[in-house]
């Protein structure tokens, strides 16, 4: 396959013209752009694309849709004009893709292709908490995002078995919570500067850091380092066979947790001191974080009274709705009826939904607010991808094949939620199995790639690329590019690996 975009462009169509050949060509036009092709096609086909005998334009003309571009191609030379930067960015993605070994060399076949995003917001979480990676890892993840046309990458920073990020104002919060991961691993947290860093390296790809305090559960590490702000771990059955089935100590006051049970622990909402720490934490948070969005957390507070859950995320979601900022919490949050107005909701249920959690979704949308999909059943990354590695886990229906990752359509998901309803698609890889890049990029491609096609591609059903046909060969014609950046995808069953 010679054409073989992914995530699939709004349309591609064929020219009747010879192939560009990218021996003797060169590159003009905006310099940033030109350094990300080089840093696509220089490893994959050695050329640093520094010719004069044709020519490859970059360039920036506005007007059209945000993040769009148009990309021509034919023997004499290859234009790819963007409406902003971001969207001369994608081009360049799918400029790195089209190109292919041919008899001729290196070439891009003639073609012109139109596009731009279906969804605005288009991200991956990464899980900092359970295994702390360190900044090169991260960096090498936006990188892999930004590849596929994922426009925000959310952080998950902070949860029982460690807290990633330092704050001046509650220094004890890495100095004593973030010395482990799960299985008694490393711990490690990110300075100011490292997140700073991070901040500026998604910008320069066009992504913008979502960043994750998890509250008012997921706090044991909070715990460790103010003892005041939190409730003794309430151990129920579920956490107990949790423990037992996954081995480990069960959690306790003030000892470092690093097994992997869920919702035990939680702040203590009764008291203003808890507040006091809320406003501290996602001030300091939003003074570091140009995008526009703080995720509060809200998921699996199991230990928390649901009356005090409720009262706890009206007042979080408020203080960050007071900071200039827009609250994003997961869908149990929609529990909440004071929940601040404009709070996005995060969906982890199923592609099907099950147990009541369409309704929670539902709820931010009839408080006038939109929702990210994140159907953990299709596009969890850190489901088991096959059922003999030790990556991954299985509660979400797993093991999950590529194919179920790829075929669901965002809109049929949650009845009475539509197109305009959805911010976008995230599909998160928490990291309870995953120590390593390596790690990451066996479980989370080639299923990364599904989940950016439901984020940014055509509805299934409004482009005829939008089939797992069409997808597991476009989708192995990826292997070159992937490898040449290092990626250690999973060579998953059902696609034509080259
Ligand atoms: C559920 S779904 C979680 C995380 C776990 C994950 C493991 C959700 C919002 N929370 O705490 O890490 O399952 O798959």
Known sequence: MTAAVVPAPST????DAAPFRLEGAGLVGDADAAAALRGLVTPLTGSALDGDERTIELRIEPGGAPESYVLAADEASVVVTGADAAGLFHGVQTLAQLVHESADGWVVDAVEVEDAPRFRYRGVMLDVAR???PVA??????DRAALLKFNHLHLHLTDDQGWRLHLDAHPELTRVGSDTSVGGDPGGFYTKDDYRHLVAYAAARHITVVPEIDMPGHTHAVGLAYPQLVEAPV??????????AFGGDAPAVGVA????AVGFSSLRIGDERTYDFVADVFGELAGMTPGPYLHVGGDEALGTDPADFAAFIARATEIIADLGKTPIAWHEAGAAADIASGTIGQYWGYVTPTDGMDAKALAFVRNGASLILSPADAIYLDMKQSADSPLGLTWARGVTDVRRA???EPTEVIDGVAEDDILGVEAPLWTETVRTLADIDELAFPRIAAAAEAAWSPAVGASELRTWESFRERVAAQAPLWSAQGIGFHRSEGIPWP
């Open 12 to 15: 591609i169509r064929q020219v």
């Open 131 to 133: 295994h702390f990676h």
């Open 137 to 142: 890892t991260v960096e090498a993840f936006i």
């Open 235 to 244: 151990l129920s059955d579920h956490i107990l066979e949790t423990v037992a």
């Open 257 to 260: 947790y690093d097994g992997m």
């Open 406 to 408: 790829y075929e669901w």
